[in-house]
Nanobody, 128 residues
Framework: QVQLVESGGGLLQAGGSLKLACQTS????????MAWFRQVPGKEREFVAA?????????RYADSVRGRFTISRDSGKNTLYLQMTSLKAEDTAVYYC????????????????????WGQGTQVTVSS
């Protein structure tokens, strides 16, 4: 059984920093492409960042977070991270970790329907 468990959410002021973590488990799961999405009530889930590992591995960021957020992995710990800096009120959302064993092409990395595995989400609230 594949499990993704997020942690690290919280409440903080605008301009602050926060680091989210996503612990993955499951013997049959190779987290080739991992991503972060976020969602606010009443809106669709929004792509934040993705990482594809392996030969030709790459990362992709949403325009709204590029330069402020950094996605990274610790493969030894089976953990995905999202370092968020210069946070804004509009970054407030529930943040979800997503994963697939497939090496997604760049154009597909931002599509939620390409990820079969999801975590339960962690709330990030940024006050202005």
């Amino acid at each position: 059984q594949v499990q993704l468990v997020e942690s690290g959410g919280g409440l903080l002021q605008a301009g602050g920093s926060l680091k989210l973590a996503c612990q993955t488990s499951g013997q049959t799961f190779t987290p080739t492409t991992m991503a972060w999405f976020r969602q606010v009530p009443g809106k669709e889930r929004e792509f934040v960042a993705a990482s594809r590992r392996g030969v030709g591995g790459t990362t992709r960021y949403a325009d709204s977070v590029r330069g402020r957020f950094t996605i990274s992995r610790d493969s030894g710990k089976n953990t995905l991270y999202l370092q968020m800096t210069s946070l804004k009120a509009e970054d407030t959302a529930v943040y979800y970790c997503a994963g697939t064993g497939s090496g997604l092409i760049f154009s597909s990395m931002a599509r939620a329907d390409q990820y079969p595995y999801w975590g339960q989400g962690t709330q990030v609230t940024v006050s202005s």
